[in-house]
């Protein structure tokens, strides 16, 4: 999986801020988001990406998140939280790797 950010063009990407993390799959919409994100969290950013490039800039508030980190404004961990309220899954999981 490789995950890009937009760019103000709306069909264009930058480079993916991440290193391919492998293929995700459930039967549980949060708990595989769930998965996805701390694989993604886990993951070292590429220096030459957007995440990368905020990082090394001087000054710059580390969230110690790479979704945060790349952009400031993004919530995602209520995304998840409201997923698991309204009872569409779980955000527990256990991780087989084959």
């Known amino acids: 999986m490789f995950l ?9 990407t930058d480079a993916p ?9 459930s039967f549980d919409p949060v708990a595989l988001d769930q998965a996805c ?14 995440l990368g490039q905020n990082l090394a800039k001087p000054g710059w508030n580390c ?3 790479n979704f945060k980190d790349s952009n400031p404004n993004v919530e995602w961990k209520a995304t998840l ?17 084959i």
Do not use: V
């Open 4 to 12: 890009w950010c937009r760019t103000s063009a709306p069909t264009a």
């Open 17 to 25: 801020i991440l290193p391919d993390i492998g293929i995700f799959a």
């Open 37 to 50: 994100a701390d694989a993604c969290l886990n993951a070292q950013p590429l220096p030459n990406s957007q």
């Open 63 to 65: 969230h110690h998140d």
């Open 81 to 97: 939280d409201q997923a698991e309220k309204i009872g569409m899954g779980t955000r527990q999981y256990t991780l087989k790797k």
